[in-house]
Antibody
Framework: EVQLLESGGGLVQPGGSLRLSCVASGFTFSSYAMSWVRQAPGKGLEWVAVFSGRVGSPDYAASVKGRFSISRDNSKNTLFLQMDSLRAEDTAVYYC????????????????WGQGTMVTVSS | QSVLTQPPSVSGAPGQRVTISCIGGSSNIGAGYDVHWYQQLPGTAPKLIIEGNSNRPSGVPDRFSGSKSGTSASLAITGLQAEDEAVYHCHSYDRSLSARVFGGGTKVTVL
């Protein structure tokens, strides 16, 4: 079964840091681009970052560029999101999501989602 | 303010047909990028129900259909059922932002 399992969320003070992990199973992890998508309480979805497959290169939403860093360990089927200089507006459920196809096109759909991990930034 | 514009809510009686619009612009939908749709039930992760503008993944009922024209896309649900009550999100890519973008989400209520 294809599955994504996030962890690492929690309560952090403004200006603090947190590292999220997403462990994948049931597919050839290294062949697919993987993204982080977040959803603030009561709000819509917001794409955060993507790391492409074998020839990896990251890309970020403007709202997190310079503060967040996405990475992956293909040997451990794991995607990461290092979040620094956190702000109250970063409070959200963070999902990892898999691209539908192996073709590294930017308008790929997300066909598999994790259950999400909650990040709360508050003093 | 989302790059893709969706109505906040739509409603319909069981058995009726409802449509949800997703309005973009020349740098996203109008530039030829695909549109995808997700269903999000309360307290759960989004689920892909339409990919590549009009394709249904395996297991998605044929009551759901998608279309795209110009700078907008639509999701239609025919034969509305109580279990269709959820929030629906559209998704595409914007080349000006170099970012994957979503609509604000539309809550479907079954009366």
């Amino acid at each position: 079964e294809v599955q994504l399992l996030e962890s690492g969320g929690g309560l952090v003070q403004p200006g603090g840091s947190l590292r999220l992990s997403c462990v994948a199973s049931g597919f050839t992890f290294s062949s697919y681009a993987m993204s982080w998508v977040r959803q603030a309480p009561g709000k819509g979805l917001e794409w955060v970052a993507v790391f492409s497959g074998r020839v990896g290169s990251p890309d970020y939403a403007a709202s997190v560029k310079g503060r967040f860093s996405i990475s992956r360990d293909n040997s451990k089927n794991t995607l990461f999101l290092q979040m620094d200089s956190l702000r109250a507006e970063d409070t959200a459920v963070y999902y990892c999501a898999k691209d539908l196809s192996r073709f590294g096109v930017p308008d790929n759909a997300f066909d598999v989602w994790g259950q999400g991990t909650m990040v709360t930034v508050s003093s | 303010q989302s790059v893709l514009t969706q109505p906040p809510s739509v409603s319909g009686a069981p058995g009726q047909r409802v449509t949800i619009s997703c309005i973009g612009g020349s740098s996203n939908i109008g530039a030829g990028y695909d549109v995808h749709w997700y269903q999000q039930l309360p307290g759960t992760a989004p689920k892909l129900i339409i990919e590549g503008n009009s394709n249904r993944p395996s297991g998605v009922p044929d009551r759901f259909s998608g279309s795209k024209s110009g700078t907008s896309a639509s999701l239609a649900i025919t034969g509305l059922q109580a279990e269709d009550e959820a929030v629906y999100h559209c998704h595409s890519y914007d080349r000006s932002l170099s970012a994957r973008v979503f609509g604000g989400g539309t809550k479907v209520t079954v009366l």
